[in-house]
């Protein structure tokens, strides 16, 4: 019969301590520098991110919420106004105004002369096919402008709502915008042909002829709104923040860089 001696009991458990050593490089012998790692790499992207971070968008990005809101702006009163081109009437005592739906100082059949301005009744109504289609694009343009516009002011107030992905795409809507309200500039003067425009402008005006004419204010002030839509959609580009998570990490580290 063997008796197990007190040398031999230390060789066993020695053994058995020596199959628990981790081998080199291991998870166990890793995991303290590697947590230290990550905590250095956390604290290194939330402290070089923070201002970009707590303002929601880049430099660039507060500098597009700017021009953003100064387009629709444009746009919009631009599109509101009957002041585009100027004529006149009652052998030149009286000026007359027309925008795309609304005009200003107009006769009637029943009440005669009218000093004042409105809208046409019904949209069959505005004299021209062209200043129907008009109509309808630039109103377009200005609710998409108006929902971009929105998007970007709340983005200064509110983190992550503007990413990069988000900017480039509200970007391409607002390019969209910028292209639907141009468009309507450009298809304007193919309604300067008709018999309402001719009674005010003379029988000289006709396509991209004003007569005797002459363009106004409210075509400028929503041409200004196109100009200012376009340079808009560029800088949204650079406009949106890389995500943050929980933690205020942006972006993924690597820490085996750190």
């Known amino acids: 019969m063997h008796i197990v001696t007190d ?25 303290l520098n590697s947590l230290n790692s990550t905590n250095r790499c956390r ?40 002041y585009w081109i100027q004529g006149s009437m009652l052998n030149n005592t009286q000026a ?17 002369f009218v000093n004042q301005c409105g809208r046409y009744k019904t949209f069959v109504d505005i004299p021209s096919l062209s200043w129907q ?5 630039i109103g377009v343009g200005c609710i998409i402008a108006m929902f971009v516009s929105f998007t970007a002011l709340l983005a200064c107030c509110m983190n992550d709502l503007v990413t990069k992905r988000v900017g480039r795409f509200v970007g391409c809507l607002q390019f969209m915008a910028g292209i639907l309200v141009g468009s309507g500039c ?21 396509l991209y002829r004003l007569g005797d004419c002459s363009m106004c204010f409210g075509y400028y002030t929503t041409i200004g709104g196109c100009g200012l839509l376009l340079l808009a959609s560029l800088l949204s580009w650079k406009a949106g923040t890389s995500k943050t998570d929980a933690y205020g990490i942006v972006g993924h580290c690597d820490p085996r860089r750190v």
């Not at 040398?7 to 166990?28: F, L, M, N, Q, T």
């Not at 289609?133 to 694009?137: A, E, G, L, N, P």
């Not at 450009?186 to 005006?205: E, F, I, K, N, R």
């Open 96 to 112: 007359v105004y027309f925008g795309v739906f609304r005009r200003c100082n107009y006769p009637t059949i029943e009440a005669g």
């Open 186 to 206: 450009v298809l304007y003067p193919l309604g300067w042909d008709h018999t309402q425009v001719q009674q005010a402008c003379g029988q000289m005006s006709g």
């Open 7 to 31: 040398v031999e009991r230390w060789k066993a458990r020695r053994c058995i301590e020596v199959k628990r050593i981790p081998e080199p490089g291991s998870y166990s012998k890793r995991s």
């Open 43 to 82: 604290r290194t992207s939330y402290n070089d991110n923070s201002a970009m971070v707590s303002a929601g968008l880049t430099a660039i990005g507060v500098l597009w919420a700017m021009i953003s809101f100064l387009a629709t702006c444009a746009s919009c009163v631009g599109y509101m106004l009957p």
């Open 133 to 137: 289609i008009c109509t309808v694009v």
